[in-house]
């Protein structure tokens, strides 16, 4: 009792508490809910939330003033704004698009700069489309969607240009921001599809081959053998695989000859 009130407050919010201590003065209503700094008496800072009322003490004019700690609170949402800003940094490093879906609306709420790279729509274009609209198959997709699956699914899905292209989706459900939300994680999966075809193609022309072929590893142990190879030699795939080519020397000829095919 009897010192100074700016003793109590932070300097930073001296000037902004004058012209508050001034306003009150000159109205009836509450001033509005202040969030400010004091200090304590060991001179450590506690963040309160004050409301300043005009009343009438012992026949004076005089202001009441209820502050409440919200320290708490406020270590919590910076916790909270630091989370965000580093699912936000995860968010735009990542290499997979990565797009929000509001289960409420079913439209996007956000997406990643790999997004934007992948389907060529700006962050705008975005906010205002429904996922059917990136795909090329748009009944699965609600579907997928609909049913908060996290499985991996396949799906043809169109860019902004209308070329088509194989993804694959991890989808989970989350709550942001208070609201259910529907994360996919969208890989494009054009390069292994097309290295996938050329081995299926290579395989069925090995397999096709009128030629006998057999493929081996370094020691030389056969792991494969296409049809021409039995109807040459008599065995079986079963029969050759896991044995070394050397089985099938016939003795007619020199060493060195051996020593070349081998």
Known sequence: LGRDVFDFIHPDFHDLIRSRIVQAAQ????????????????GSIVEVEATS????????????????DITERKLAEQKLRESEEHYRQLFEMESDA???????????????????RMYGYCREEFLQMQPEETSDEPANTRAFIASGSNEVAFRRHRKKNGAVFPVEITGSRIEYKG????????RDITVRKQAEEQMNLQFKALTAAANAICITDRAGKIEWVNLSFTKLTGYSADEAIGRTSRF?????????FYAGLW
């Open 53 to 68: 009322t005009r009343f009438q003490f012992q026949g004076q004019p005089a202001l009441l003033v209820e502050a409440r």
């Open 27 to 42: 109205q009836e209503q509450p001033l509005p809910v202040l969030e400010q700094k004091l200090l304590r008496s060991d």
């Open 248 to 256: 099938l020397k016939s003795g007619q000829h020199p060493p060195e």
């Open 179 to 186: 609201r259910k939300i529907h994360l996919a994680a969208i």
């Open 98 to 116: 990565i797009l929000l879906v509001d289960c409420e609306t079913g439209r996007f709420i956000d997406a990643n700069p790999s997004a934007m």
